[in-house]
């Protein structure tokens, strides 16, 4: 699959000097395109869920390649996890995708963004509708007990194109209500609307599609989205982050900020 990709082992890989080093510490491959990976984590590092932080390698110049990325963990994990696409001709994830444990990365300790719970003012229901590796920050987030503190409901919606890229977010959704240390937060506020848009699955369709044609509030047993009860965080391509504000604007939604919560957040998901 991935035969015209020639890795080289650049000595400097793994030089001792390397700053903000980590260690990877896991590694899953979920398709050909798609990975996880766990680190460890800084002590210093503290972050608020949904929120991203700069990762890479060392290029072949010798300096830092670094690139967005989501952390997936929530904030209470010793370590740290990520989820990526492989980008075959991808300056950083052509080469990230080979990681092993044991291997080091680069962190830039810094975490920012706006997918954070703080960005939202209260509401009865919290919606997250993310595309591809979109669903990265709501790993974070549907692991963190906050989420369900602050809210009834929580609703996971993710699309892709095939089934088999569905399958990092079924598995972490299925496993939560059984989770020693969130599992009884979570019960049954967590609802889970997975779709695909080019595989034939038993759920089809495009996010922005399902809102407006009101089929997942009918899958549901939902009402429609509310200004008043209603918030949403977005996570995805540049068009579908554009197509969902309309979505949500147009069920009455405003967009907020860390400095101005409001009723609904946007960012890209990071790819490269
Ligand atoms: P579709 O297959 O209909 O394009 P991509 O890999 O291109 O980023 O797409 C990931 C998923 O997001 C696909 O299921 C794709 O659906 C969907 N998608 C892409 N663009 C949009 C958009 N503007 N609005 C809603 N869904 C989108």
Not at 189 to 199: A, C, D, I, M, S
Request: with cysteine; hydrophobic share 35%.
């Amino acid at each position: 699959m991935n035969e015209h990709i020639t890795v080289t082992n650049t000595p400097t890989a793994k030089t001792p000097t390397l700053p903000d080093a980590q260690t990877v510490t896991q590694v899953r491959h979920w398709t050909d395109s798609l990975f996880s990976f766990r680190v460890t984590r800084p002590r210093s590092l503290r972050f608020r869920s949904g929120e991203f932080v700069m990762i890479g390698l060392l290029g072949d110049n010798g300096k830092p390649l670094l690139r967005a990325y989501s952390i997936a963990s929530p904030a209470w994990d010793d370590e740290l996890e990520f989820y990526s696409i492989k980008v075959q001709d991808g300056p950083l994830t052509s080469r990230l995708q080979h990681i092993q444990p044991g291997d080091e990365i680069i962190l830039r300790p810094k975490p920012v963004g706006t997918l954070v719970l703080d960005a939202l003012l209260p509401g009865k229901r919290l919606w997250f509708f993310a595309t591809g590796t979109g669903i990265a920050p709501f790993a974070s987030l549907m692991r963190d007990p906050d989420t369900y503190e602050r809210y009834d409901e929580v609703i996971m919606m993710h699309t892709c194109r095939d089934a088999a890229e569905l399958d990092y977010g079924r598995e972490l959704v299925e496993s939560l209500s059984d989770d020693p240390l969130i599992g009884e937060m979570v019960g049954d506020k967590l609802r889970y609307y997975p779709t695909t848009t080019r595989e034939t699955t038993p759920h089809m369709g495009r996010i922005t599609d399902n809102l407006k044609s009101g089929k997942v509030f009918e899958d549901l047993g939902l009402p429609p989205i509310n200004p008043d009860t209603d918030r949403g965080m977005v996570c995805g391509s540049l068009g579908f982050n554009t197509d969902m504000k309309d979505a949500l604007e147009g069920f009455g939604l405003k967009e907020g900020a860390n400095s101005d919560p409001a009723q609904y957040v946007v960012e890209k998901a990071f790819v490269g």
